[in-house]
């Protein structure tokens, strides 16, 4: 998938679990207990929960995928999903064919090319610098932010606010041009919530040249809520379908 030319890289990262004798010990005396705690098996019958303590440990070594969108990545366990923008990798470095990244809270990921399917690991590199480059080039200027933030409003004003700033009668905060709303939606650096209020202002515009700019960012966006919001946005019909798809990027009602 494609977005102004930009693909959605595929990377391999090792398992989050370590691989020790005393994890998998530990792992399958666990589940057997628990097991004969909750009186799920006769005490006789003790091979089920091991064979099920022994499969969860082996899938919890199994390869985790990495998906590089414009804003971040997406890491793909067993148990868990989670998205770790751009702006939170700390450090970045090349060690032969991988990539190693230092987040935030000190975790590091390693990222591989495990398959012919993967991208080259350095490419991952390019995506992180032009995105906290368009962060820090084109980012919302203080009169957008106005007109798009929620603030105090209610959902449904704010919703009639963003329709009316794409009909250009919010002249109070200045009007924000069409080119610009479809670059706030496009520009991953920007906060999720602002890029959902530029694309209801810009899907209530209803033209082709409109729609086909949420689709590409629909297509390769790795932010799971920005994903939903904007397929609701697209296919809103009425200002109920709006609030709800704005109320995933928000916490107050």
Same mark, same amino acid.
Do not use: C, K, Q
């Given at each position: 998938?494609?977005?102004?030319?930009?693909? /959605?890289? =595929?990377?391999? @990262?090792? !398992?989050?679990?370590?691989?020790?004798?005393?994890?998998?010990?530990? &792992?399958?005396?666990? %589940?057997a207990i628990g097991a004969h705690a909750m009186d799920a098996w006769p005490a006789e019958q003790t091979t089920l929960p091991l064979a099920v303590g022994l499969v969860?440990?082996?899938?919890?070594?199994?390869?985790?995928?990495?998906?590089?969108?414009?804003?971040?990545?997406?890491?793909?366990?067993?148990?868990?999903?989670?998205?770790?923008?751009? /702006?939170? =990798?700390?450090? @970045?470095? !090349?060690?032969?064919?991988?990539?190693?990244?230092?987040?935030?809270? &000190?975790?590091?990921? %390693?990222l591989e090319r495990a398959s012919r399917e993967d991208a080259d690991p350095r490419e991952v590199l390019d995506r992180m610098w032009t995105s906290l480059a368009a962060g820090a080039e084109q980012g919302v200027r203080a009169n957008e932010a106005a007109a798009l933030s929620r603030g105090d409003r209610r959902p449904r004003a704010w919703i009639r606010a963003l329709c009316a700033l794409a009909a250009g009668s919010a002249y109070r905060q200045g009007l924000?041009?069409?080119?610009?709303?479809?670059?706030?939606?496009?520009?991953?650096?920007?906060?999720?919530?602002?890029?959902?209020?530029?694309?209801?202002?810009l899907a209530s515009r209803d033209?082709?040249?409109?729609?086909?700019?949420?689709?590409?960012?629909?297509a390769t966006t790795i932010d799971p809520r920005l994903r939903q919001a904007l397929a609701e946005i697209a296919a809103a019909r009425e200002e109920g379908d709006l609030e709800r798809a704005l109320g995933r990027m928000t916490l107050h009602d």
């Open positions: 998938m494609s977005e102004g030319g930009a693909e /959605r890289l =595929v990377l391999t @990262a090792p !398992p989050g679990l370590p691989f020790t004798p005393i994890s998998i010990l530990a &792992g399958l005396l666990a %589940v969860l440990l082996l899938a919890l070594r199994a390869p985790r995928r990495v998906f590089a969108g414009p804003e971040g990545f997406e890491i793909v366990g067993v148990l868990r999903r989670r998205v770790v923008p751009f /702006r939170d =990798v700390r450090r @970045a470095r !090349p060690e032969a064919s991988s990539v190693v990244l230092t987040f935030a809270t &000190g975790e590091e990921l %390693v924000v041009p069409r080119e610009r709303l479809g670059a706030i939606v496009e520009n991953p650096a920007v906060e999720p919530e602002l890029r959902a209020a530029a694309a209801v202002a033209d082709e040249e409109a729609r086909a700019r949420l689709e590409r960012v629909l």
